[in-house]
């Protein structure tokens, strides 16, 4: 079992919808969650941490579930530059490296 | 931005053949991480050099080396190139082992192509 699962996607919804990614993860000992964006053939970047408190940027919220090792991100009102591939990310305590998912491509169409 | 850079950003070798790719990492960052993404998939941890000694590796061969100097920048060595290795290398810094995204920053990637 991969340590990261993610649904590959594409997810194709119109401008304005509201799209959910899930992912689950199965070292329970891991610490501390994130959501990466990866534009085509650029590098991933930060785009939001995950708190078992659940976490609001703007139209992303973000939340964790640790009972059942699964994380979720939720875009609202989806906008055209939302189109990339949203990576789930795990670390693991004390360590600086990641472990990834294959990632989720989004695909917002007008 | 982030003032990470890699080095050279595209690259076509042949199976059997060698490669060293380089990484110069962000002003104040002294550990280095490598990560291969190929295609359709995440990111894959190689390994870790901190203050120049490798801290930890993924699960891969021996053929992947590396090295860290004492500016920080590194060095991603692959022997005997196979077509698999066809992959987005990425290099990421850090200012130390325990820190979060949030201090670790991803270079731009070396595009690398084996035929």
């Known amino acids: 079992r991969k340590e990261v699962e993610q649904d590959p996607g594409p997810f194709n919804v119109p401008e304005g919808a509201t799209v959910a990614f899930n992912c689950t993860y199965s070292n329970s000992a891991s610490q501390s969650f994130f959501w990466y964006r990866q534009d085509c053939r650029k590098e991933p970047k930060l785009l939001m941490s995950v708190y078992s408190s659940g976490n609001e940027d703007g139209r992303f919220t973000a939340q964790l579930n640790r009972a059942s090792q699964y994380i979720s991100l939720l875009i609202r009102d989806s906008k055209l530059s939302d189109s990339a591939t949203y990576l789930c990310?795990?670390?693991?305590?004390?360590?600086?490296?990641?472990?990834f998912g294959k990632g989720t491509m989004l695909l917002v169409s007008p | 931005e982030t003032g990470v850079t890699q080095s050279p950003t595209h690259l076509i070798k042949t199976r059997g053949q060698q490669v060293t790719l380089r990484c110069s990492s962000q002003?104040?960052?002294?550990?280095v991480s490598w990560y291969q993404q190929a295609l359709g998939q995440g990111p894959q941890f190689i390994f870790q050099?901190?203050?120049?000694?490798?801290?930890g590796r993924g699960n891969f061969p021996p053929r992947f080396s590396g090295l860290q100097f004492p500016n920080y920048s590194s060095e991603l060595n692959v022997n005997a190139l196979e077509l698999d290795d066809s992959a987005l290398y990425l290099c990421?810094?850090?200012?130390?082992?325990?820190?979060?995204?949030?201090?670790?920053?991803f270079g731009p990637g070396t595009r690398l192509l084996v035929l």
């Open positions: 990421a810094s850090s200012p130390g082992l325990a820190g979060g995204p949030e201090t670790q920053y």
């Open positions: 050099y901190y203050r120049e000694e490798e801290n």
């Open positions: 002003s104040g960052h002294n550990t």
């Open positions: 990310v795990v670390q693991n305590s004390g360590y600086s490296t990641l472990t």
